[in-house]
């Protein structure tokens, strides 16, 4: 592992804990799917553009 790499491990875990809280809140009836679907999207691109800013293919 490259020293790149540590920030990545930082963006993957704060996303994965963003999509079980929203999967969470899904499951649980305080959010419909459609409702969870947006955040979760929005989620997936902020882990995109830092993964290009970071230039990390």
Same mark, same amino acid.
């Given at each position: 592992? %490259?020293? &790149?790499?540590?920030? #990545?491990?930082? #963006?993957? $875990? $704060?996303?994965? !804990? @963003?999509? &079980?809280?929203? !999967?969470?809140?899904? %499951? @649980? @009836?305080? #959010?419909s799917p459609e409702e969870a679907y947006k955040p +979760?999207? +929005?989620?997936w691109k902020q882990l995109k553009i830092s993964k290009? =800013? #970071? =230039? +990390?293919?």
């Open positions: 592992m %490259t020293f &790149n790499h540590f920030p #990545l491990k930082g #963006l993957e $875990r $704060r996303h994965h !804990c @963003g999509v &079980n809280y929203i !999967c969470s809140l899904q %499951t @649980g @009836g305080k #959010l +979760i999207q +929005i989620l290009k =800013e #970071l =230039e +990390i293919s």
